[in-house]
C-alpha cells in the first residue's frame, strides 16, 4: 500500500513566476527537494537547474508564498459549521429561526441538531432566541446553538432533558460558563464518529483550498473532548492535509502528552468573551453592572507555567479582559521567579486572544517573551464605533483594544488566526484587518501582518526554521491568482503603497479596502501537493 503522507522523493522546479523570498526579493523560480526548499533564484539561474529535476512547473506569472498558519481553531467545530447549520447569514431573529425549521427538516435523522454564528447584536430585535422558540422551530427535537464567540449558547428543553443537572434560571438567557459547558458536552457526545471525522476533513480541506498549510488545534476539555482531539491528529497524520499541531487546554500535564499535545495550552480558560459579558475586567462593562467572570488567577496561573516549564511542555491561556491578562502576567512573572525567567522566555508561553492590552501588559508580554495568539477579524467584525466592543466597553475602552502596533513595537511575538468557527477560516482577509484596523493607531503593514500569519504560527511552536521560503525550509507553499505586488506600510492617516522594486522588499497583493483577495490555485505542505484548484 501507498504511504500518501510519504515525503516525496523527486524534485520540482518551479518558475515563471513571483517567489515571495527574503532570499531574493525578485526570485522568480524555486526547486523543491525531498519536501524542502533547495533553491530560489532568477530565471537565468533556473535554466541551469531544468535538466537536472523531475518535474518542470510553469507558474505562469502566478505568486508563490509561504503557506498560511492558522494559529487558533476548533477544527471538528469549524467542520461543523462548514457542515451544519450556519447562522452568521442571519439578518434578523425571524429569519434564524426560518433558518432553524429548514435545517430540522433537511435532517430528520440527526440524533441533534446543531448550529452556530448568531450573533444578536446584529439583529434588529437585539435578543437571542427564546426556548418555547426554538421548541417549536426544532419541532421539540434536541437543538444546540452557539454564538459567533462560542462562549453561550441556547438550546431547546429536549436538550437540556439529556442534562438534568443544568436548570437554566429562565426562558429567554442564553446558557453561559458551567451551564454552557454541559449543554455543549451532551451535544458533542451525541455525534456519530463519522460525523465527527466528517466534519474534521471539510475544515482541514477548506484550510487547504485557502492556502493554509498548518492549524493550531485549541482542544479542551470544557470544548471538545479526548476523543475528539486525538481522532483529529490521528485523521491529519494519515491523509494529505494541513499539519495539525495539538494543543491540549487542561492542567493536567500526563493526559496532555498521552493526547500528543505539544501544549497543555491554547483555550485553557482565565475568562470568558466581551460578546458574552464573560471577559473578566477591571472596570464594570458598560452595558451590564459587573466586570465579568475569572475562570483562573495569578497563583493557579503561576502553578501551571511552573509546571509546563519543568516538563518541557508550552503553557498557555485564553486571556481577553485587561483583568484576565494582569491575572495572567502576575502570573508567568511569578513563576518565572521560581523557574528562571531565561527558561520561561524559553518556553514561548502563549496566550490567545490577548484584547485588552495596557502598555504595562504590552512590555511584560516582551519581558516573558510571551507569544500573543491573535485574531484581527475579531476587530474587523467587532470594532469601531458602532461596535460590540463599543457597546460592551463605551468607545474610549473600545478603542485600546487589540493594539498590534504597539505590541509589535515592544517586541511582542504575534501568531495570527481565526479562532474559527469564531470567525471564518479567510488568510488574506485577516491579513487586510490587520493592516486596516478599524483604529488606525493600531493598524501594522501588511508584510508585518503577512508575516505573523505565517512565520509567525511556526515560531509560536518553537519552530524558527519554517513558514519562510529559503533554502532547508519545509516546502509549505502556496501558489496563488493575484493582481500587481505591491509594497506597504501602515501610515497614521492612510496605507501607503508603492511598486518601487528598488525597497528590496518582496511585494505582497494590493489588499486595499474592497478589492478582490487572491485566489489559492495549489497548496504544498511538505513537498506534497494537498489542493490544486479545478480548472474551469
Known amino acids: 500500500m501507498t504511504d500518501r503522507t510519504a515525503t516525496p522523493t523527486h524534485t520540482v522546479l518551479l518558475r515563471g513566476g513571483e517567489v515571495h523570498s527574503p532570499a531574493d526579493p525578485f526570485a522568480t523560480a524555486m526547486v523543491v527537494e525531498r519536501g524542502h526548499i533547495a533553491w530560489v533564484g532568477s530565471e537565468g539561474a533556473a535554466d541551469a537547474f531544468a535538466p537536472g529535476v523531475d518535474e518542470v512547473v510553469d507558474l505562469g506569472g502566478a505568486l508563490v508564498t509561504p503557506a498560511f498558519t492558522d494559529a487558533h481553531v476548533h477544527a471538528t467545530s469549524t467542520g461543523l459549521a462548514l457542515t451544519g447549520l450556519d447562522l452568521s447569514t442571519a439578518r434578523s431573529l425571524a429569519e434564524a429561526l426560518d433558518l432553524v425549521r429548514a435545517y430540522a427538516a433537511r435532517r430528520p435523522a440527526d440524533r441533534v441538531l446543531l448550529g452556530h454564528g448568531w450573533d444578536a447584536a446584529r439583529w434588529p430585535e437585539r435578543r437571542a432566541p427564546r426556548r418555547s422558540e426554538l421548541d417549536e422551530a426544532a419541532g421539540g427535537r434536541p437543538l444546540y446553538l452557539s454564538r459567533v464567540d462560542v462562549h453561550s449558547a441556547v438550546v431547546t428543553t429536549a436538550l437540556l432533558d439529556l442534562v438534568p443537572h443544568v436548570h437554566p434560571h429562565g426562558d429567554d438567557e442564553p446558557l453561559t460558563k458551567d451551564d454552557h459547558h454541559a449543554v455543549r458536552r451532551a451535544a458533542l457526545d451525541a455525534l456519530t464518529p463519522s460525523q465527527r471525522a466528517e466534519a474534521q476533513r471539510a475544515a482541514l480541506d477548506r484550510a487547504a483550498s485557502l492556502g493554509i498549510g498548518s492549524v493550531h488545534e485549541c482542544g479542551g476539555p470544557e470544548i471538545s473532548s479526548p476523543e475528539d482531539f486525538a481522532g483529529l491528529l490521528a485523521l491529519a497524520a494519515e491523509r494529505p492535509g494541513p499539519r495539525v499541531h495539538g494543543y491540549w487546554a487542561d492542567r493536567d500535564l500526563v493526559l496532555a502528552r498521552e493526547l500528543g499535545a505539544v501544549g497543555a495550552a491554547g483555550d485553557l480558560f482565565v475568562d470568558g468573551a466581551l460578546g458574552s459579558h464573560t471577559a473578566c475586567l477591571h472596570a464594570p462593562y458598560a452595558d451590564a453592572a459587573h466586570t465579568g467572570t475569572g475562570y483562573l488567577d495569578a497563583a493557579e496561573v503561576a502553578a501551571h507555567v511552573a509546571a509546563c516549564t519543568e516538563e518541557g511542555l508550552q503553557a498557555g491561556f485564553h486571556a481577553i479582559g485587561d483583568a484576565a491578562v494582569t491575572a495572567v502576567v502576575e502570573g508567568v512573572r511569578a513563576a518565572a521567579e521560581k523557574v528562571g525567567l531565561d527558561r520561561v522566555r524559553a518556553a514561548r508561553h502563549r496566550v490567545e486572544h490577548a484584547e485588552m492590552m495596557t502598555p504595562q501588559t504590552i512590555a511584560a508580554f ?59 477560516l479567510d488568510p488574506w482577509g485577516t491579513v487586510r484587518a490587520a493592516a486596516l484596523h478599524r483604529t488606525p493607531e493600531h493598524r501594522i503593514s501588511v508584510r508585518a501582518a503577512f508575516a505573523a500569519h505565517t512565520r509567525g504560527g511556526w515560531r509560536a511552536l518553537g519552530r524558527d526554521d519554517a513558514g519562510i521560503l529559503v533554502p532547508g525550509a519545509p516546502a509549505d507553499y502556496a501558489v496563488w491568482q493575484t493582481g500587481e505586488l505591491v509594497v506597504q506600510a501602515p501610515d497614521d492617516r492612510v496605507a501607503r503603497w508603492s511598486t518601487d522594486p528598488r525597497s528590496g522588499t518582496p511585494g505582497l497583493p494590493d489588499l486595499s479596502p474592497g478589492g478582490e483577495l487572491p485566489v489559492c490555485l495549489k497548496t504544498v505542505v511538505g513537498g506534497r501537493e494537498v489542493f490544486v484548484r479545478p480548472q474551469g
Open 366 to 424: 516582551a519581558e516573558l517573551g510571551l507569544t500573543a495568539s491573535v485574531q484581527p477579524a475579531f476587530d474587523a467584525a467587532w470594532g469601531g464605533e458602532d461596535g460590540m466592543y463599543a457597546d460592551r466597553l463605551g468607545a474610549e475602552r473600545a478603542r485600546t483594544l487589540n493594539p498590534y502596533a504597539a505590541m509589535l513595537k515592544a517586541g511582542v511575538p504575534l501568531a495570527f488566526g481565526s479562532d474559527a468557527p469564531v470567525t471564518p
